[in-house]
Each structure stands twice: as structure tokens, then as C-alpha cells.
């Protein structure tokens, strides 16, 4: 298994808090991804990195922001939750150039936020 | 905007028979789909990869056929066992940044 570690694995928290979400790999990969998977929509892109410092949007980018200051570690910040962003959030990394190339995930974390 | 449809949220299947699943396109020009397993309380796992320009790859009961005329690919587990109850998700590309998924089809194998 690849070495991804996500944390925590789960977490409720009140509307209006903020909250942070860690992912931490061991392979070296350049890419990271966040996603969140919810009942009838299948796993959407929340943002990902493609490299140190490099980020950019995906799908579902409004109420998260993301920072990676070293190659191990991508972390997924909710500055004020919501009930919408209940959900389960998951980190996944490929190696090399992105075409093609699978995508290797957390176990995820499931948020609640009341 | 690009659409992906599985043929259905579940399928039941009988030990032995082979399942096919179906994942369907719409709006969209993939490069390559993707398919993934996934275990409850678990991160999807990577299976098979297969690209516009091929029209079938096999991996030992794993099968995955691309018919870009239809939009469709169909993933076919032969010799089904009840470990391969799971979600199947299938994803296509291309880019980082646009790798969309579908909702997946969930797969339960009866003894």
C-alpha cells in the first residue's frame, strides 16, 4: 500500500470553526489531491498541489484552502464550516507526469460538522 | 459540462458468473479512463488503466473494454467471488486537475 496517511480520521465540529485536515505521505510523489465524496456525487476535486508551494482549484474549491510547505504534507483547511462540508475527505497522490497516471488514497476522513 | 453515468448504483451477481459494469460519458473527450476499487471505510485502490488508442487490457480476471464511438467502457470481473463485493468507481482524464469520477456501481457476489 502506498504510504498515505490521513489525520484525523474522524472529526465533529461546530458550524462556524475552523478545521484543518492533514495528509502526509512517505513516497515522495509530487501531486496531492484533495477530494470529498458525498451520496450521488462521486468523488469531486477540492484542490490539488503540484509541488512544493504549488497549488491550484478543482471542482468543489469555494470554503477550503490548501498549503503544502514540504513535499510530505498537504493540508486542507475549512476556515468557517459549514453543514454543507459534511463530508468524507480524501487525500490521494500519483507520481510522475499526472496523464494517466493513477491516483493513490487515504483512508479518509469523515467530518461532521452540526 | 461532462456527465459520467454507471449503469447502476448495485448488482447482484452469482459466485462464478462474471459481472459486467458499464460507464457511460457524455460531453467529454477522455484520453484515458480509470478504474478503482473501493471497501467500505476505505480510499478507492487503483485497478486498470486503459487509453483512448486501445480497445481492451486484461489483468488476470480483470477485463476493460473502451469504445470511444459509444462513450462507454465496460469492466468485467469473470469467475466472480464473493471478495469482490465492492464499490467500483470509474474515473476518466486527462490532467490533474480534471479527473472526474463517477458515483460508482456497487457490486455485492452471492455464494
Known amino acids: 500500500d502506498a504510504g498515505i496517511t490521513q489525520s484525523p480520521r474522524h472529526k465533529v465540529t461546530e458550524t462556524g470553526t475552523p478545521v484543518t485536515l492533514r495528509c502526509h505521505q512517505t513516497?515522495?510523489?509530487?501531486?496531492m489531491y484533495w477530494y470529498r465524496q458525498d451520496p450521488g456525487h462521486g468523488l469531486r476535486l477540492i484542490h490539488y498541489?503540484?509541488?512544493?508551494?504549488?497549488?491550484d482549484k478543482g471542482e468543489v474549491s469555494d470554503g477550503y484552502s490548501v498549503s503544502r510547505s514540504k513535499t510530505e504534507d498537504f493540508l486542507l483547511t475549512l476556515e468557517s464550516a459549514t453543514s454543507s462540508q459534511t463530508s468524507v475527505y480524501f487525500c490521494a497522490i500519483s507520481g510522475g507526469t499526472p496523464e494517466g497516471q493513477p491516483q493513490h488514497f487515504g483512508d479518509g476522513t469523515r467530518l461532521s460538522i452540526l | 459540462s461532462q456527465k459520467i453515468e454507471q449503469n447502476s448504483e448495485a448488482l447482484n451477481i452469482q459466485e462464478g458468473k462474471t459481472a459486467t459494469l458499464t460507464c457511460n460519458y457524455t460531453?467529454?473527450?477522455?484520453?484515458?479512463l480509470q478504474w478503482y476499487r473501493q471497501d467500505p471505510g476505505r480510499g478507492p485502490v487503483f485497478l486498470l488503466l486503459i487509453r483512448e488508442n486501445e480497445k481492451e487490457k486484461r489483468k488476470e480476471r480483470l477485463k476493460v473494454t473502451f469504445d470511444t464511438t459509444l462513450k462507454q467502457s465496460l469492466f468485467h470481473i469473470t469467475a466472480s467471488q464473493p471478495a469482490d463485493s465492492a464499490t467500483y468507481l470509474c474515473?476518466?482524464?486527462?490532467?490533474?486537475?480534471?479527473?472526474?469520477f463517477g458515483t460508482g456501481t456497487r457490486l455485492t457476489v452471492i455464494p
Open positions: 498541489s503540484y509541488g512544493v508551494k504549488d497549488t
Open positions: 474515473a476518466l482524464g486527462p490532467g490533474a486537475n480534471n479527473l472526474f
Open positions: 513516497e515522495n510523489h509530487r501531486y
Open positions: 460531453n467529454y473527450s477522455p484520453a484515458y
